[in-house]
């Protein structure tokens, strides 16, 4: 820390933003003569409010108090070391930048989770690890960019080119995936800071930080370059309101601190493509070494059959599944036993009495609403039959047909188990099974179309994305649909991720939506008050009246200031979700 000791023109005062969910006003406080030694912008401190001791951050050091000497309160204690200043000052940009009412949760996500008295001195390699990545070292020249890999090709090269310019900082989408890759670079000689457990050997200096997307918020004494694995991954962005991303907050962090940055995706965003890329575009490996990265994608046309009457154990499925020397994993999105149902007498789509939305049938046998939760016996409201047909079966469902049709025992995967799956060479689950099965010989998706037409903007990216984890689970990756030239499944099958760049930014840019315009959803109760208090010349709002909102603007910057001006109500559950990644 600074020794301030010395100086006769010390700062006497500090500036305190606390540690209080809810608080979002900084207060003076004085700096006790035995604690200047260790007080400096970043440091937390405990300090005295409303007759109780809390902790906070020092977000300034002051000569002079903004209220009377005589008022200011000392600070009680210093805690340990802090978010730089120039994390702060990173705070206060992302603040408006996720239109967030307070710096603390990005001053919060900076800190250290133990209390960090004392830094490590520097430990750093002599010399470079190896092997590395021409392209990566080339990019880092460049002053950063996107790098295109194909979904099989291992990205510690890349990183350790960049290790080579000096300490780096690496994210990564997954807890396993960054203890793996730090694991990794230890044995290829890389000292490493696990972060957030390693935060003070990150403030102390190593030659490599590595995390999940917090990593961005970090310390990473002497940084010389960032590396963002899977840009595309929406684990990146966080998902709790302010929503912020780590490939946004490490894009500016490197600007600020004038490093390059490189974003490594099989299939790079379009935000990464327009924002990030440069002129040039993304920096991808020659056509045939790209399609020798990516799976065999086998599509199976269902356009000639009757979606109504087929199931979604096709020919093709049975095949593979009947077949004892693979191990299969069938993917479809809709837990449960049905969500989509339709009487067969009558041929209505059944609906919920209370709500009119689609109902499904639970697991006990009743009809149950997702939307309001109206539970009743299984009997159609139009005839009164008892017989449905599952227009969009669940898991469970399928589970049953398949373990018919293979005549072995299936498996299924939800995102709601907490026990590791059983072993088995066949499993059936949602898309969370792609993160918790171990490598498989084919990943069937069964009911693509719902994922590449879904109502939301970033389906194509979100649905190509899917692939790109299944085609790392897997040497062969199955999809049935009644749409084969739907540009998603040309571009898996072409190894060609172009293909969806164009038609996103054609479309995009054509509705304003991200990155050629910003967006937000403001929903919950009294989120209508805050809606009002818009000024409509810089945004534009709509939505469905039910305390669902969508505001648009121009940039991200007339977005944020323009939602941080409202007042929101005392009590009120407003969220604010900036770039949503489901609308």
Known sequence: MTDWSSDPDRPRFARVLPDVTGLDKPFDYSIPDDL??????????????????????????????????AGVKPIAKVTGHGPSAELIDLADWAHVRWAARRTR?????????????????????AQSPSPSSPATTALLQAGGGVLRLPPRSDVLP???????????????????????????????????????????????????????????????AEMAAAIVVDEHDEALQEERSPTWHARDVVAERCRRAGVPAVFISPVPTLVAVEELAGPAGPVHPSAERERHGWPQVQIVDRTDEDPWKKS??????????????????????????????????CKALVRCETCDAAVGLADDGRLACRRCGTVRPPVCQECGAGAFANLRPGVTRIGEELEAAANRRVVVVTGKDEEPPARSDLYVGTEAALYRVSPVDVVAFLEFDSEMLAPRFRASEQALALLVRAGRLAPVVMVQTFNPDHEVLHAAVRAEPQIVIDAERERRSMLGLPPYGSLA???????????????????????????????????WTTLGKAINATTRPPGSRVRVAVDPPRV
């Open 521 to 555: 959803s403001v929903t919950g109760a009294f989120s209508d008050e805050v809606v009002a208090q818009l000024d409509r010349e810089s945004v534009q709002v709509g939505g469905d009246g039910d305390d669902r909102y969508l505001v648009r603007a121009a940039d």
């Open 105 to 125: 949760p990005f001053l919060v996500a900076a800190s250290p989770k133990r209390a960090v008295r004392a830094l490590p001195l520097p430990h750093r390699r």
């Open 36 to 69: 200047h030694d260790s007080v400096q912008v970043g440091t937390i401190v405990r300090v005295e409010l409303h007759g109780r001791r809390i902790g906070g951050w020092v977000i300034e050091l002051l000569d002079t108090p903004s209220i009377d000497e």
């Open 158 to 220: 890349s990183i350790l080119s960049a290790i080579a310019t000096g300490s780096t900082l690496v994210v990564l989408p997954t807890h396993s995936d960054a203890v793996l890759m730090a694991s990794r670079l230890r044995r290829a000689g890389a000292t490493v800071a696990l972060v957030p457990d390693d935060w003070a050997m990150a403030a102390g200096g190593v030659d490599v930080v590595v995390g999940t997307r917090s990593a961005a918020w970090m310390p990473c």
């Open 312 to 345: 979604l154990v096709t020919s093709e499925l049975i095949e593979r599944i009947r077949d004892p020397l693979q191990r299969v994993l069938c993917i479809s999105n809709t837990t449960g036993r049905a969500r989509v149902l339709a009487c067969r007498s």
